[in-house]
């Protein structure tokens, strides 16, 4: 069924956007897990999933706009690696936590209208994904004038937070694109 295909690549696409596998050489930084084959992938998702959702023309215009937006950040910290892309990452990740926030909420409803015991899970994730994002952003702020010992261990702790998330993400959806196949056979 189309429908839990779409749910298999879109949380293929959020362990693509919410994880960073990093190389990093002496002038550059190498991202294995770009942001953009995430978009294109919750794209394609969408896609999958338009009989299910009268909105998933719109979701799937903003995902191919952070996948453009974002394409062009990954290009550009591998050409300019000494350029300061912070505003624009900055932006591109406000735009995308909003986007995941509705996106959460599109898949809380689907989950809802067949009766999943997901809904709520979902419902949850969207807002701890939510907190996440404000701890991120708040100690990315603090940076500056918090000692870097606190800055560090809070960072970590952060981190940690939103890599929890993003694998909590991705299993529910699989779970519930598996959950979703049961249901329709019987």
């Not at 996440?132 to 937070?161: E, H, N, R, W």
Request: with cysteine; glycine share 6%.
């Amino acid at each position: 069924m189309k429908l839990n295909k779409g749910l298999r690549l879109i949380a293929i696409g959020f362990l693509f956007t919410l994880i960073n596998l990093n190389i990093t050489t002496q002038n550059h930084v190498i991202n294995f897990t770009p942001d953009f084959v995430g978009w294109i992938l919750i794209c394609a998702g969408l896609g999958d999933m338009k009989n299910e959702t009268g909105s998933s023309t719109l979701y799937q215009i903003v995902a191919i706009i952070l996948a453009v937006a974002s394409l062009g950040l990954w290009v550009a910290k591998l050409v300019f690696p000494k350029y300061d892309l912070s505003i624009y990452q900055s932006a591109a990740g406000l735009v995308s936590t909003l986007f995941i926030f509705a996106l959460l909420s599109l898949l809380e409803k689907i989950a809802r209208k067949y009766h999943s015991t997901h809904s709520n899970d979902l419902k949850i994730l969207k807002f701890v994904y939510l907190i996440v994002y404000i701890l991120f952003q708040a100690t990315s702020l603090t940076g500056q004038l918090l000692p870097i010992k606190v800055v560090m261990v809070v960072a970590t702790i952060v981190a940690l937070g939103a890599l929890i998330t993003a694998i909590a993400t991705a299993i529910i959806l699989f779970k519930l694109s598996f959950e979703l196949d049961r249901d329709i056979e019987e």
